[in-house]
């Protein structure tokens, strides 16, 4: 059979059933990117086969066909996810039914089905992606859909599709105030707004753990996923003092770094001596499988957390009784001025001097060497020295090292990243009888001048060292900072070699590079981050906390006079406005027949609900009206009847006309 060409316009039937296929796979478009390839393959190809039998005109497939072919499907996601429940498997059911049913669309109900599934996996969407360009594309898809929906209801001349299109956006946009109205005011629920169980587990960002191998945070670093982001109630701090303090490490076998046994804090522990002005500050820390709430050094209390517990411990990590796989707000003040545990003895029982037995013999013995030198300070000075002065590289690519990690890093590769540095430092402090750990978390953020939000990304990770020196307490030291120093005043992105010109990367780091500047790039970077942001803190956490505190706001907003008053005008000045532009839209003619109509049934000869203007007018000539009444509402009816329904020239007079005969009716 000949396909239709371009010129040829589509049978009505026919071009319903493409742009119901066209819909479909605007909603099952975004699924392909978390489905089984073989699932986004046979849905391809099932599209693909209907939209073929619609063209030829060919009939369906039989069930013989189509049942055998389905149960293999069912097995497949039963193999794929060894389960047929659960968010992932039945997404993918879900999607694998709808394409199938495209092949049963026999009457008009089997395409509703199909329109209505559509709608259900518009949002399904949102369990993998709550971002505005999602929440942007499933509105197109729902526009799509209503358009589909409204094409298969009419009978007769069928609008363009440019007219549909229009015709379904208006139809979401009607309910859209609906739907914001229920957001703002129903009540909320604890919880994301889109998910299911165990979402955030799943889903949530990678981040840093309670384990550091070198490698670890230099292959974190090449995320450019937020992390969290910080809003300042005030001066923003210098970047070298933007240190947020997060998984405190002791323990080291030779090759990783772990945090010391958990334990609980004793007061004694968490003595913390502090200087200057606090800086205040609250962050949106975004959702992970981890506990851990990272803070500007120092803090100087433990965060409330909403539908959570925060606690401290004996080095001073802030943590969270459950997993945050959610988003979560905090606030906090914190002092970069500060003495921590400065008037007791470092550890328990020289927990921070402990060196695993015959590993990085090299490394063991330079750090012995330096207990000749009797001031600590001036052991840690030796050391940052060496790391400045001789040939060590600051990479994000460092070579794979031995079971002696140290030695290799020290004495061979010497190019590493933060890890590597941080590890190796405090390695030789406790070889040379320093008491000294390494910090984990994040180092700088950048300031987005457009909503005032600091975001610090995963390339942020960040590893330093702190030592325990008598009189001073724990205090902060950065080897990175001997290497490297415009990693710390600057960014990640200043203190690497300068990249390729040509290609992704190359693309990516102009843009980390141009952060703070006022080019095109840089203003629109920070437009969209913004934006992202704003949906995030309004839209996406919007909690049950927030939704009682705007309420609040409105409620002790309305109540002054002034407010109130100006909310009645302006909703007066609506309803009225709406009334009068919608007589300005209404036609003249017809506004004078309803008139009509009106006084005739004031007079005890109202017109009926399917009364034409002529039938109207035999009844009113064969009633008892007054003879002059008679008249004038005859000759009213036989001009409104020419003039709606005949094929006369229009009179210019009619208007006048009408409005005489309509006022001998009075």
């Not at 933007?242 to 003595?271: C, E």
């Not at 010497?414 to 402090?429: K, N, Q």
């Amino acid at each position: 059979m000949k396909l239709p060409t371009l010129a040829t316009p589509l049978p009505r039937d026919k071009a319903d059933t493409l742009l119901l296929l066209l819909s479909a796979v605007l909603v099952l478009a975004p699924h392909t990117l978390h489905l089984p390839l073989w699932v986004t393959l046979l849905c391809a190809a099932t599209l693909a086969w209907r939209a073929a039998i619609t063209l030829q005109g060919r009939r369906m497939p039989s069930s013989l066909l189509l049942l055998p072919v389905a149960a293999l499907a069912m097995a497949g996601v039963m193999h794929s996810y060894h389960t047929l429940l659960g968010r992932d498997a039945g997404v993918a059911m879900l999607v694998l039914l709808v394409a199938f049913k495209t092949l049963e669309m026999h009457a008009r109900r089997d395409l509703y089905v199909v329109v209505f599934l559509c709608f259900f996996l518009v949002l399904t969407n949102f369990f993998y992606s709550q971002a505005i360009g999602t929440a942007l594309m499933m509105i197109a898809s729902v526009v799509a859909l209503l358009t589909t929906q409204l094409s298969f209801q009419f009978t007769g001349k069928v609008p363009p599709l440019s007219a549909r299109l229009l015709m379904g956006g208006r139809m979401l946009g009607l309910a859209a105030p609906l739907a914001l109205l229920l957001f703002v005011l129903f009540p909320r629920v604890q919880g994301p707004l889109w998910g299911m169980p165990g979402d955030g587990h799943a889903s949530g960002h990678g981040g840093l753990s309670d384990r550091m191998a070198p490698g670890q945070i230099s292959h974190l670093a090449q995320s450019e996923d937020t992390a969290f982001r910080v809003k300042f109630d005030g001066p923003v701090p210098d970047q070298t003092q933007l240190y947020w303090r997060g998984p405190v490490l002791g323990d080291f076998d030779g090759q990783v770094w772990t945090r010391v046994r958990s334990r609980p804090a004793p007061a004694r522990s968490l003595a913390l001596s502090v200087r200057g002005r606090p800086v205040r500050y609250q962050v949106t820390l975004e959702p992970s499988s981890a506990r851990w709430l990272f803070a500007l050094e120092m803090p100087d209390r433990v965060p409330p957390l909403d539908g959570n517990l925060a606690f401290v411990s004996a080095e001073f990590e802030l943590t969270a009784a459950y997993p945050l796989e959610q988003r979560v707000r905090y606030e906090l003040s914190s002092f970069t001025q500060y003495s921590l545990q400065a008037g007791e003895q470092a550890g328990r029982d020289g927990e921070w001097l402990l060196l695993p037995y015959g590993t990085n013999p090299r490394a063991l013995a330079e750090g012995q060497a330096l207990r000749a030198e009797p001031d600590p300070q001036q052991r840690v000075a030796t050391v940052l020295r060496r790391f400045a002065r001789q040939n060590f590289v600051y990479t994000l690519d460092p070579p794979r090292l031995g079971a002696d990690s140290i030695d290799e890093f020290l004495y061979q590769t010497r190019a590493g990243f933060c890890e590597h540095y941080a590890g190796a430092f405090v390695f030789l402090m406790r070889a040379a009888g320093v008491p000294a750990r390494v910090v984990t978390g994040y180092q700088g953020g950048e300031m987005n001048p457009i909503d005032g939000y600091l975001t610090v990304r995963q390339s942020d990770a960040h590893a330093w060292a702190e030592v325990w020196l008598a009189g001073r307490g724990w205090v902060r030291v950065d080897p990175t900072a001997a290497v490297a120093p415009e990693r710390v005043r600057r960014s990640l992105a200043r203190a690497l070699p300068p990249p390729p010109p040509f290609g992704i990367e190359g693309l990516g780091r102009l843009m980390q590079l141009d952060a703070g500047g006022s080019s095109w790039l840089a203003q629109l970077r920070y437009a969209v981050s913004a934006v992202n942001n704003g949906w995030n803190q309004w839209v996406l956490n919007y909690t049950p906390e927030r939704q009682r505190s705007l309420l609040q706001n409105l409620q002790s907003g309305l109540l002054d006079w002034r407010t109130a008053g100006a909310f009645a005008l302006v909703c007066a000045a609506l309803f009225f406005g709406g009334l009068w532009r919608r007589r300005r839209r209404q036609d003249p003619v017809d506004a004078l027949y309803s008139a009509l109509c009106k006084r005739l049934g004031q007079l005890g000869l109202a017109r009926a609900i399917d009364e034409g203007p002529s039938a109207f007018a035999e009844r009113v000539a064969a009633s008892s009206l007054a003879p002059r009444y008679r008249a004038a509402a005859g000759e009213f009816l036989r001009r409104y009847s020419i003039f709606r329904y005949g094929r006369h020239a229009a009179d210019a007079n009619l208007v006048p006309t009408l409005k005489r005969l309509l006022s001998q009716l009075r």
